[in-house]
């Protein structure tokens, strides 16, 4: 698959259709107004990794966050993870993702919110990142490396941006023991995932200049939220949930994501390295 097919089979599996039409008409279903949105109601959907806004804090304390630092948000998704950064850390974040409509989306969110300033989102490729070299102090990224055929070319890009001891904070599923079950929110089938083990991942952040700082298996939070999605998930009635942003097959990833994760299949690791001078 060239690089433009497989751009177009990304946004498709992620975006079928309108997004922020879709956003807008589950926020009302819901009873909200999209002009009058909080931080809270939109964490309901907008948070679209596994751990949900819980894993963006938990991350972000992992890698000892500080008020003021420049971040760069690989695959942002529809910018959940970077408003929370911004709201509660302190933080500029820019974030970068290769799905126009989850651009427009997260461009939108934070208008509503009132933090245009502070988070601002570009569409462009994880593998030429078009930012200056040096010019960002963490490089921020959550369940995106899945989607990443050419890992060693991201841990360049990752590298080249960040400035000496700057940061790449990530969270990521990995590769366990066994196939994983298909469709998963990553892929719907096996063309579109590129998994990898934890020991491969790490080589190549480290082969990139790019220095272990703190590794954790965070598996077992992650199957907790899924538990508590799929609880959710089964009641009656309009809801805003990780149904907002992908309404196809959306059960069926849930459980898929839960039952690999509790197989063994895969893994949920955080990790926070270091580029080195």
Known sequence: MNTQAFDEALNRHYAPGDVWARIVERLRAAGHDPAQLTRDVAAQFDEFHGGGRESTRALARFAGLTPGLRVLDIGCGIGGPARTLAAEFGADVTGIDLTREFVHAATQLSARLGMS???????????????????????????????????AQFASEVARVLRPGGLFAFEAVVLGVGEPHYPAFWAATPALSFLVTADALRGTLTAAGLEENRWLDNTAQVVAVAHKRLAAAGKEGPKLDIGTLVPEQVGDK??????NNEEGRTLAVQGIFVRRA
């Open 117 to 151: 300033a502070e988070t601002r989102f570009i569409h462009g490729s994880a593998l030429a990142l078009p930012l200056a070299a040096g010019s960002v102090d963490v490089v921020w990224s959550q369940n995106m490396l899945m989607n990443i055929p050419d890992k």
């Open 254 to 259: 849930m459980r898929n994501g839960l039952r």
